[in-house]
């Protein structure tokens, strides 16, 4: 009851108006090709006696073709050396933090890292030191504090989930390599979106796929799938699959749900178009926001927030412009920080310039609105 006179209740909400809210930046979700491709992977496996399901960890009777395939594939879209699957993103951060520091190395982390970021870094037991979002002097400064103890590791997002900007991975790996640490970026938001050859991401976008340590890449979102891989070299793969206890102690995925990652694949290379349609999409959003006055912040890429701060207006925002049949949903603390609670907008690109337009005129419409003194509201879900 507290948390819902604090708008901070969460409830479980079906999918209803237009998706300005999933992470399904390109629209693969319904892809027609992409459910083509998985009729016949069926087809084939009803042909070949090939599994879709292998209900044993990694190390028991879980690997496949299918496994060994797509991690072979993987390195080479991230243009890395190997690649290890993870069940999920949020795994694949906590495999990759516990295995590879423990009390006496050092994490420097972005205050805006995502919750799997934190977690791992939490029950690795390694020193954390927070500096500022995106601050590059303050992450030189922190990396300046001499650390012989242990490694040091600097931690990023490529392309922020909640505020939608871009850390400057060049510049990050020039700290790193000058002061002795190695860099490790989260590219789960910008896979599929950036990178103008392969669509793997801003690690390849930036070109420092050899210049950092490890990658986390989510199939959970322009893939439209589930699960994630950390990619790296050789030798941290191989060091993952003994010592990653998320990796170790969990199920492999089935390889009905690898077929569906690689036919995602072969869509980014087939589709280069989609990426390139999605960051217009973004930038008509910004631009139409910007022209009602409001502060789209550094955001860059699919990710537009809109900052209204306190819980109840944001609640009532998201409410109102489902109302009008736009799925906009609101982002609370802890997700964001306290007097930070934002719609998250993402776009994708199936829309159409008319859908980001008529978004921008509804949201003019509702921000120009007093807001009412009515009761929280129970019913507009969001994180
Ligand atoms: N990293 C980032 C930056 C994320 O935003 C998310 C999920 N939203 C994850 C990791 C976790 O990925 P998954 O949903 O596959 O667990």
Redo the contacts with the bound molecule.
Sequence with gaps: MELREQGLERVLRLPAGIDFAS?DYLGLGRHPEILGALEARVAAARESGEAWAAPASRLLRGTTEAHLALEKRLALFKGQEAALL????????VGLLTALLGPNDRAISDAQ?????IDGLRLSGCQKVVVPHLDLAAFARALEVSHTAGRTVVLV?S????DGDIAPLRELADLCATLGADLIV?D??ATGVFGDDRGSGLVEALGVERRVAAV?T????ALAS???CVSGSRALIDYLVTRSRAFLFSTAQPPFALWAVEAALDRLAAEPELRVRVRQLADRLRAGLRSLGVDTLRSAGPIVPLVLGENRRVLQVAEALQDRGFDVRAVRPPTVAPGTARLRISIHAERTDREVDALVAAIGQVLAAPPVDSPMPAEASGT
């Design positions: 992470n993870f069940s999920s993103g949020y795994q694949a951060n890292n995502h919750a799997s970021l997002e392309l922020y989930s909640m989260d789960a938001h986390v989510t199939f959970g979102k589930g699960g994630a």
